[in-house]
């Protein structure tokens, strides 16, 4: 038998609703994502990681559980076992912390390199707090900094893995 698919926003209603948080805003684009037609061959692109997760490596600062627009960066050639995840939505991490590459597709992007099917991962990997309630703080802060960490890393294409 074939297992259900998990309704996360149904789930997510719940839960924020369980933890007495105000009900969960989402976000809702007023227009369709502008895609533009890669510059260069993928075999060529330098690609770029954000995930939503809360990730971040053994030595670092965790996140804080509400808010945190703060952002990790993580090396690509970190070790998998050095990951760690702190989120508002704890119980949402269960597989994440069996298998960090869910939520962080480390090996992934490190085995496309390889083979050469991008040219070039990132030097580091991005991952902010996906639980921010003040979408001001999301604009004025969080997007900014991985803006600025993307422009620094000259990434020419980004996977976002959301939580």
């Known amino acids: 038998m074939k297992p259900e698919p ?3 926003m149904e789930k997510t209603k719940k839960d924020y609703e369980t933890l007495g948080y105000e009900p969960y805003q ?3 684009a007023t227009e369709s994502p502008a ?3 890669l510059a260069k061959p993928l075999s060529d692109s330098k690609v770029g990681l954000i995930s939503t997760a809360g990730t971040y490596l053994k030595g670092q600062e965790a996140f804080f559980t509400k808010d945190d627009t703060s952002i990790r960066r993580i090396p690509n050639n970190s070790r998998l076992e050095d990951i760690r995840f702190a989120h508002i939505m704890e119980n949402y991490l269960v597989e994440a912390r069996q298998d960090p590459c869910t939520v962080f597709p480390l090996e992934a992007l490190r085995k496309l390199q390889e083979e050469r099917v991008i040219g ?3 030097t580091e990997l991005l991952s902010c707090m996906g ?3 003040s979408r001001s703080r999301v ?3 969080l997007l900014p900094s991985l803006e ?3 422009e620094d890393q000259r990434v020419d ?3 976002l893995v959301p939580l």
């Open 131 to 133: 639980g921010i309630y």
């Open 26 to 28: 989402w976000f809702q």
């Open 35 to 37: 895609f533009k037609q």
């Open 157 to 159: 294409l980004l996977l």
């Open 148 to 150: 600025q960490a993307l």
């Open 120 to 122: 070039e991962l990132a």
């Open 139 to 141: 604009n004025e802060e």
């Open 6 to 8: 998990t309704r996360y």
